[in-house]
């Protein structure tokens, strides 16, 4: 407890000098004058993460205030700010903004930093038509992702490699184990991985929140409605307004009748219905949600044509099915509460042990939907471990209706952007 005899003081000149000096740096970017910033920024002992800082009443970054300098005071001519060119714009002070934010990245700018408007700096860019400004920081926002998503999988490394050398020190102090401890040993590792939490799921975007986990929604009692399933906290889970998104998906995956599908997450059931209109052969579906699948078996799924309903994890079953030789045409990822990790595994480890050569396969892309520049982020990062796993990917555009009054009674709105990119995978030749 802090003793209330003491008096502490706060120099309010130095809160003064600090915030004079965050004003220097921010003006600093605003004009493009680099050889300043770089003295700012690199000498700077009381302001930490210099950068990084924020003005008070814009909450603009340095980044932010490099980009919104390069907007025109003049309207656009013949619709030039759509092609992201402003022909009355100084060029140099163009070519100038492009320096100065190179120079900010390379001395750790958050490419994702919200300003009070809740504009990242890329938003910025797209908002003012400065396409050169907004590819740079799409390619920093996947430098970004792809670095934590790489030291993810080398955390997980690590891990592994910390219990065999624990296993390794636990076997030289005492060799003399029984046979049965190990077993014990080895099943409270496993417990305690499976008690792990999980992330919020990408593929959902925001919608969950912060606070939702795998295990959370699982034991979550879900709500159907009509045009919409909401989880206990009132996350959508899954939505009416994106059939027309499944309706393409389920036609572009089975073009003809007599194909063999996999759909992991049922949900609503939107995309199984424009699945079985296709007059599938076999039709598996992994559904993990208790809730869901006695809501499948109250309206019949299991009776339908050729399909078959696996309860559980899509983790826990696929391995079984690659194991028993299972193989199908087309499969569709759409689930709820899983991070891009779980994502990734996904394509890269299980579904070249279930699809067909000549198969194609697709996900519900709703990846960083919240706003445009994480959408544009997340689609070059899938590219690129699409490659990495041995798919080709090609997009169709799809446009979304306004969806403002679809998000009454919604914790939070999975979707903003105006067009959605339809994905359709195959092996690579």
């Known amino acids: 407890?802090?003793?209330?005899?003491?008096?502490?003081?706060?120099?309010?000149?130095?809160?003064?000098?600090?915030?004079?000096?965050?004003?220097?740096?921010?003006?600093?970017?605003?004009?493009?004058?680099?050889?300043?910033?770089?003295?700012?920024?690199?000498?700077?002992?009381?302001?930490?993460?210099?950068?990084?800082?924020?003005?008070?009443?814009?909450?603009?970054?340095?980044?932010?205030?490099?980009?919104?300098?390069?907007?025109?005071?003049?309207?656009?001519?013949?619709?030039?700010?759509?092609?992201?060119?402003?022909?009355?714009?100084?060029?140099?002070?163009?070519?100038?903004?492009?320096?100065?934010?190179?120079?900010?990245?390379?001395?750790g700018a958050i490419w994702n930093d919200l300003d009070l408007s809740n504009e990242t700096p890329g938003c910025i860019a797209k908002r003012i038509g400065q396409n050169e400004l907004y590819e740079m920081i799409v390619d920093a926002g996947v430098r970004a992702e792809l670095l934590l998503n790489r030291l993810d999988g080398y955390e997980e490394l690590s891990e592994m490699d910390e219990d065999e050398d624990e296993d390794e020190e636990e076997g030289s102090e005492d060799a003399e184990k029984t046979q049965d401890e190990h077993a014990t040993t080895a099943e409270q590792t496993t417990t305690d991985e499976q008690a792990a939490p999980e992330l919020v799921d990408v593929t959902q975007v925001e919608a969950a929140g912060p606070d939702v986990s795998q295990s959370r929604y699982l034991d979550s009692n879900l709500t159907f409605q009509q045009d919409r399933l909401l989880d206990q906290d009132?996350?959508?889970?899954?939505?009416?307004?994106?059939?027309?998104?499944?309706?393409?998906?389920?036609?572009?995956?089975?073009?003809?009748?007599?194909?063999?599908?996999?759909?992991?997450?049922?949900g609503m059931g939107i995309v199984d219905g424009f699945l079985q209109e296709q007059s599938p052969a076999a039709h598996h579906i992994i559904e993990a949600h208790p809730d869901v699948v006695a809501e499948m078996k109250r309206k019949g799924w299991h009776e339908k044509p050729g399909v078959k309903i696996h309860e559980g994890r899509w983790q826990d079953i696929l391995p079984?099915?690659?194991?028993?030789?299972?193989?199908?045409?087309?499969?569709?990822?759409?689930?709820?509460?899983?991070?891009?990790?779980?994502?990734?595994?996904?394509?890269?480890?299980?579904?070249?042990?279930?699809?067909?050569?000549?198969?194609?396969?697709?996900?519900?892309?709703?990846?960083?939907?919240?706003?445009?520049?994480?959408?544009?982020?997340?689609?070059?990062?899938?590219?690129?471990?699409?490659?990495?796993?041995?798919?080709?990917?090609?997009?169709?555009e799809i446009a979304v209706p306004t969806l403002e009054e679809e998000w009454n009674g919604v914790r939070r709105p999975y979707w903003r952007i105006e067009k959605y990119r339809l994905p359709l995978c195959r092996y690579m030749d």
């Open 320 to 396: 079984t099915l690659v194991g028993e030789g299972e193989q199908f045409d087309a499969i569709y990822y759409d689930t709820f509460a899983e991070s891009y990790g779980d994502f990734r595994e996904f394509f890269s480890e299980q579904v070249i042990g279930l699809l067909d050569q000549e198969g194609k396969w697709s996900f519900f892309n709703g990846m960083g939907a919240d706003r445009q520049i994480s959408y544009d982020v997340y689609q070059k990062v899938v590219e690129m471990d699409l490659f990495e796993a041995g798919f080709d990917i090609e997009w169709e």
């Open 1 to 107: 407890m802090a003793d209330p005899n003491i008096d502490i003081q706060i120099d309010p000149n130095a809160e003064i000098q600090i915030d004079l000096q965050v004003q220097e740096i921010l003006l600093a970017a605003s004009q493009h004058d680099i050889p300043k910033l770089r003295r700012l920024i690199r000498s700077q002992e009381a302001v930490p993460n210099a950068a990084n800082v924020k003005d008070t009443e814009t909450g603009y970054s340095p980044l932010h205030a490099a980009i919104a300098a390069c907007e025109s005071d003049d309207e656009p001519v013949n619709g030039a700010q759509a092609n992201g060119v402003q022909p009355s714009q100084d060029q140099s002070a163009v070519e100038s903004g492009v320096n100065t934010v190179r120079f900010l990245l390379q001395e």
């Open 234 to 266: 009132q996350n959508g889970v899954m939505m009416a307004w994106e059939s027309d998104i499944m309706a393409k998906s389920a036609k572009k995956l089975l073009p003809t009748p007599g194909l063999r599908v996999l759909n992991v997450g049922h």
